[in-house]
Structure formats: structure tokens, C-alpha cells
């Protein structure tokens, strides 16, 4: 029941990424413009980056240390301490680089305000101590806190954003609510540390630099693809070219989160189940977890991608249609994305094989940036929106192919095909409704509500022994029962 409560709140912080950013991004995007937008993005963009630099692999790593020592709560303020530690070091380094850079670069230096924040932010960043509170199954906390902040973020939004002239009020927003976060979080941990108790003579970083080393390895070929994209294009086209790919990026990004935090949920359990013998149920929870990720990404793809030039006009109006196809191209990131998140960073690292998820990431970064100089000077959203396409496919299968040596794939494909042949009904959905009904909004509307009662047939009706219908009964035998 604990697991089930993890995936339910982890699943309602994803959603609250989706629902939130769909309220003030319109808003934002019809006052600030594209070109603003695109500013915005580039800042918080190369932000981003430094973040995922100065957190050497800990996301993943602390998760997985964490993990171990749950129910010790000396070893996990030791292990806590000394990663935090490391972080703390990283990012001091790091904030003098990220200064130089603004100060060297002209690009940079012209918008200085701007940086100037997104450099606190980025300081900010290393007191979030996801890892800590995920590897502490601390989903309500994590889940109630963000939704809160990511409230007062939306009430912001409206109040002091009124022209575009107001754009640096936006980032100013996102470092005083990442203080506040940081202020939650430093509070809420002393109940779950032994600091009175900890001994200094104890502290051992060295014995976290060699993993952690394979980790930044592994984590810094992932951002090269992962988030310079944006930068590239930004150096390599303009800050409109940046506004129309990134508005489409979020949009994808948003949902793929929400699929991802099924697999954070599990990720710690899992890791604990493989490590004490539990290999059986592992492998069941990871099949399970396989073919959901399958029933929702691949009509989540067929219906954005069908309903991509409704989608952009609702969310962002008229100015942002050359968004529409880079949505469209980034569409398939929604299934391949999701994958790369089971066969990676579910099975791989759960099986502690960092040294496979590290060349698969090698990959993907060869990949980007050949693409990237190839494609963007001449295509440019669209053509970093195919970039980002090839590098993450080529990318998820690595992590198969590395997955199926250490992990047995037997039935996966099968798996796969069934889904394929059961989402045709959802294009013919689009089709007839597109064919049918002329008004942009109504088509949205009604290819919504005929896919969730396809959707709702197919896995409660025809499919008498579903893994959704199952879950259902679950909930309803324990709520009969009490």
C-alpha cells in the first residue's frame, strides 16, 4: 500500500507540472511574445545546465545511497552529510565559472540583470535535496510542498506580469519561491537526520568520488543533449527560433514528466527488492511498469501529434504556429523518453551497471552534437526538434540493447505490438473528428472525451484482466473492507 501511495503522490506532483504550467504558459506567451519567451528559456536554460554539472550524478546516486540505509537513521545522516557536502563544493566552483562566463560572453553580459538571477537560482538549486527526500520515500512531503509553492508561483505570475518589459520579474519569482523551498526543506529535514549524534571524524567524501565520478561522466553526456539544446539553438539561430521550440519541448516535457513519476515512485523500492533478494518481483513490477508507461504514451503520441495545430492555437495563439511542427516532431519523445527512463535509469541502474548507462549517454551526445551543427543553421527549430528525436532514440535503444544482456527482454516486444495494434482506434478518433467538426476547440473537446471512453472500454471492459482494471478492484475491495 506504501508504494501505492508513493506512485499516487508522485504522480499528483507530475500532474500539478502539467496543470500549473498550462494555466500561466498561454498567458505568458501572448503577453511576453516569442521572442521574450525565448530570452527566458535561454537563461534558465543554460541555468539548467550548470545545475545538472554541479550535481555530479547525485539525483541519481543519492537516490540509490539513500535508499540503502532507510531504516538507519545515523548511516543516513552520515551519508546525507557527505553528499551534501560534495554538492556544496561543486556549486561554489561552479557559481565562479558561471560568473566569468557571463562577464566573457557578450550575448550574456548584454542581458546581465537577467543572469544575474539566474545565477541565484542556480545557487539555490543544490537546497532542494530531491535525492534526499525521494530515497526517504518522502513523496507527501515533496508533492504538497511543490504544489503549494507552484500555487503562489501562478498568483505571481498574474499580479506582476503585465507587458513584456516585466520579463525579468520571472526569473526574480524563481529564485525568491526556490529560497522558500530551500527554508521548507532545511526545517523538515532535522526530523529525518541524527546531526547531534553524527561525529565529524566519521565524514568520508572520498568513498563517493569514483561512482559519483561515473555518474557526472554519465550525467554531463546527458546534458550536452538534454539541455543545450536550447542553448545551441540560441547561439546557432535566434531567441525566436529558441521561443518556438522550447514552448513545444514544454509541452512534451510536461507530459513525459508526468509518465516519469511512475517510475521515480517505484525507483527506490525497486532498487531495495533487487539488492535483498527480491529479483522475481522486480522483475514483475518492471514488466508492470513497461507495458502502463506503453497504454498511455503511445495514444498520447497519436493524439498530439493529430491535434498538434489545435493544440499550439488554444495554448499559445496565432504568433507561436511555427511551433507546430516541432511539436510534432517531438511528439514520440512521450513513449521513447519514458522507456529510456525504465531500461535505464530503472533497470541499469538498479542493477548498478552505471558503466552501460555512461556509453549509452556517450552516444546520445556524439549524436546531438553532430545533428545539432548540421541541421539547426539551416532548419532551425525544426531542425533541433529532429535532433532531439534521433539523440534520444538512439539513446533508449542503448539501454535496451543493455538492458536485454544483464536483464531478460523475453515477451517485451510482443508487449509492444499488442499496444501499437490497440491505439488505431485513437487515429481513427482524430480522423472522423477532424473530418467532422470545424471549430478548433470543439475538435479538442470531442477527440478528448471519445479517446478517454475508448480508453476507459478498452482497459475496463475488453480487457477483463488489466493491470488498470486490477489497481481499480484493489481500491475499491480496501475502501468496502474499512
Known amino acids: 500500500m506504501e508504494t501505492q501511495k508513493n506512485v499516487f503522490y508522485n504522480v499528483m506532483l507530475a500532474v500539478s507540472q502539467v496543470l500549473f504550467p498550462l494555466i500561466t504558459f498561454p498567458y505568458l506567451a501572448r503577453i511576453l511574445g516569442p521572442d521574450q519567451i525565448g530570452l527566458l528559456n535561454f537563461a534558465e536554460s543554460i541555468s539548467r545546465y550548470f545545475i545538472l554539472v554541479a550535481a555530479l550524478g547525485i539525483p541519481i546516486y543519492g537516490v540509490r545511497e539513500i535508499a540503502k540505509q532507510q531504516d538507519n537513521k545515523l548511516n543516513r545522516t552520515l551519508v546525507f552529510v557527505e553528499i551534501a557536502a560534495i554538492n556544496l563544493i561543486t556549486t561554489l566552483v561552479l557559481t565562479l565559472v558561471f560568473v566569468a562566463i557571463v562577464f566573457w560572453v557578450p550575448m550574456l553580459h548584454k542581458e546581465l540583470p537577467l543572469f544575474g538571477w539566474a545565477i541565484a537560482y542556480f545557487i539555490l538549486q543544490m537546497f532542494y535535496f530531491e535525492w534526499f527526500f525521494t530515497g526517504m520515500n518522502q513523496f507527501r512531503f515533496i508533492a504538497l510542498r511543490s504544489f503549494v509553492i507552484r500555487f503562489l508561483f501562478i498568483v505571481f505570475v498574474f499580479v506582476l506580469i503585465q507587458s513584456k518589459s516585466d520579463y525579468l520579474k520571472y526569473m526574480q519569482m524563481q529564485v525568491i519561491l526556490s529560497l522558500l523551498i530551500a527554508l521548507i526543506n532545511i ?237 488505431l482506434p485513437y487515429l481513427l478518433i482524430l480522423l472522423l473528428v477532424k473530418y467532422l467538426i470545424a471549430y478548433f476547440v470543439y475538435r479538442l473537446m470531442i477527440t478528448g472525451m471519445l479517446s478517454l471512453i475508448w480508453f476507459c472500454v478498452l482497459h475496463f471492459y475488453l480487457q477483463p484482466d488489466n493491470l488498470f482494471r486490477n489497481q481499480l478492484m484493489r481500491i475499491f475491495n480496501k475502501n468496502s473492507t474499512q
Open 187 to 423: 526545517k523538515y529535514l532535522y526530523s529525518l537526520l541524527d546531526l547531534k549524534n553524527m561525529r565529524i571524524a566519521h565524514i568520508n567524501l572520498r568513498k563517493h568520488l569514483q561512482p559519483l565520478f561515473l555518474l557526472f561522466l554519465t550525467i554531463f553526456s546527458i546534458s550536452i543533449y538534454f539541455s543545450l539544446d536550447t542553448i545551441l539553438l540560441g547561439f546557432l539561430a535566434n531567441n525566436e527560433s529558441v521561443g518556438y521550440y522550447s514552448s513545444a519541448l514544454k509541452l512534451t516535457k510536461l507530459i513525459i514528466a508526468v509518465l516519469g513519476s511512475i517510475s521515480v515512485a517505484l525507483f527506490p523500492q525497486m532498487i531495495n527488492l533487487y539488492h535483498n533478494g527480491g529479483e522475481e518481483k522486480f522483475a514483475h513490477m518492471v514488466k508492470q511498469c513497461y507495458t502502463l508507461i506503453l497504454s498511455l504514451s503511445i495514444p498520447l503520441v497519436i493524439l498530439i501529434t493529430g491535434s498538434a495545430n489545435d493544440i499550439i492555437t488554444l495554448l499559445l495563439g496565432d504568433h507561436f504556429t511555427n511551433a507546430i511542427l516541432p511539436l510534432q516532431i517531438t511528439a514520440p519523445l512521450i513513449t521513447i523518453v519514458s522507456l529510456s527512463g525504465i531500461f535505464g535509469f530503472q533497470v541499469l541502474s538498479a542493477l548498478s551497471k552505471d558503466k552501460a548507462i555512461l556509453f549509452s549517454a556517450i552516444i546520445g551526445m556524439i549524436v546531438s552534437i553532430i545533428l545539432s551543427f548540421l541541421l539547426v543553421p539551416h532548419y532551425k527549430e525544426n531542425g533541433e526538434a529532429i535532433t532531439m528525436l534521433i539523440t534520444e532514440l538512439s539513446v533508449s535503444l542503448s539501454f535496451i540493447f543493455f538492458s536485454n544482456k544483464y536483464f531478460s527482454l523475453k515477451g517485451y516486444g510482443n508487449i509492444f505490438i499488442k499496444q501499437l495494434y490497440e491505439a
